[in-house]
């Protein structure tokens, strides 16, 4: 497999993503008005990452966390960041996004028309790149672009909002994702963001996932659950797959 020198230079930075089980709450559902406290108990409580959703009104009808706030988000934690940009023409703002602090910067390949030249920008910051595939975008459509990214983020609902129901047959794309990932030894991250319950989670465990994006079906659940208990079961679900 053809690997760029950036590709080679930062694999080490990037081994994070290889963990077996990675659990990314969505800080879109987190209280916004006690970020701060709510970032310290979800890294006491076992959060491997956090998720950023930049949204632009746009692409999806939503509009979420900007610059000013990711870069607060960098200051007040250890954890890794991963941006997810659900924004038209990210090469608009993927400099500042990456300038604000992203670990991991996850880009819809249907809003940009140059996404190998996207990911070489995300990839010479020292950042990983993602790409989000939505329900019904295929595998085809990014295969090409596989060999190039540490993460493929399968999208079990559609983009742009939270408290959505799952859309089941989106679980086939991670098995045909982990098959094609075998077949041609390639090594990125498969994770899952939308309606992550622990049945979605022991479920996409089983079809190959291991990064997990944790929002009011995971983790943020608003029935008094606890972070610690609510990420624990996400991670207890993955094990039992
Ligand atoms: C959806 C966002 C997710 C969202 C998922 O567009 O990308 O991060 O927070 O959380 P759920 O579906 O569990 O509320
Ligand atoms: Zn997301």
């Given at each position: 497999?053809m690997?760029?020198?950036?590709?080679?230079?930062?694999?080490?930075r990037?081994?994070?993503?290889?963990?077996p089980?990675?659990?990314?709450?969505?800080?879109?559902?987190?209280?916004?008005?006690r970020l701060?406290?709510?970032?310290?108990a979800?890294e006491?409580?076992?959060?491997?990452?956090?998720?950023v959703?930049v949204m632009?009104?746009h692409?999806?009808?939503?509009?979420?966390?900007?610059?000013d706030?990711l870069?607060?988000?960098?200051?007040?934690?250890?954890?890794?960041?991963?941006?997810?940009?659900?924004?038209?023409?990210p090469?608009s703002?993927?400099?500042?996004?990456l300038?604000?602090?992203?670990?991991?910067?996850?880009?819809h390949?249907?809003?940009?028309?140059?996404?190998?030249?996207?990911l070489?920008?995300?990839?010479?910051?020292?950042?990983?790149?993602?790409?989000a595939?939505?329900?019904a975008?295929?595998?085809?459509?990014?295969?090409?672009l596989l060999?190039?990214?540490?993460?493929v983020?399968?999208?079990?609902?559609?983009?742009?909002?939270a408290g959505?129901?799952?859309?089941?047959?989106?679980?086939e794309?991670?098995?045909?994702?982990?098959a094609l990932?075998?077949s041609?030894?390639?090594?990125?991250?498969?994770?899952?963001?939308?309606?992550v319950?622990?049945?979605?989670?022991s479920?996409?465990?089983?079809?190959?996932?291991?990064?997990?994006?944790?929002?009011?079906?995971?983790?943020?659940?608003?029935?008094?659950?606890?972070f610690?208990?609510?990420?624990?079961?996400?991670?207890?679900?993955?094990?039992?797959r």
């Amino acid at each position: 497999m053809m690997q760029s020198s950036e590709m080679q230079a930062n694999g080490r930075r990037w081994r994070w993503l290889q963990n077996p089980c990675l659990v990314s709450p969505s800080l879109m559902c987190a209280d916004l008005l006690r970020l701060g406290e709510d970032i310290k108990a979800l890294e006491v409580a076992g959060a491997d990452a956090l998720h950023v959703d930049v949204m632009d009104g746009h692409y999806v009808d939503n509009l979420a966390l900007g610059y000013d706030l990711l870069k607060q988000v960098r200051d007040a934690t250890h954890l890794p960041i991963d941006v997810h940009l659900m924004v038209e023409h990210p090469e608009s703002c993927i400099e500042r996004v990456l300038a604000a602090g992203a670990d991991l910067c996850i880009i819809h390949s249907e809003t940009t028309r140059t996404p190998l030249r996207l990911l070489r920008t995300i990839h010479a910051t020292g950042a990983a790149a993602g790409i989000a595939i939505n329900p019904a975008t295929t595998v085809e459509s990014i295969e090409l672009l596989l060999p190039l990214v540490q993460m493929v983020l399968v999208m079990t609902v559609e983009p742009g909002f939270a408290g959505q129901r799952l859309v089941g047959f989106t679980l086939e794309k991670i098995e045909q994702l982990a098959a094609l990932r075998a077949s041609k030894s390639m090594q990125f991250t498969i994770g899952v963001d939308g309606a992550v319950s622990q049945e979605v989670v022991s479920n996409a465990a089983s079809c190959g996932a291991t990064f997990f994006v944790g929002g009011t079906s995971g983790v943020f659940l608003g029935d008094g659950t606890d972070f610690t208990t609510a990420i624990k079961g996400l991670k207890q679900a993955a094990k039992q797959r």
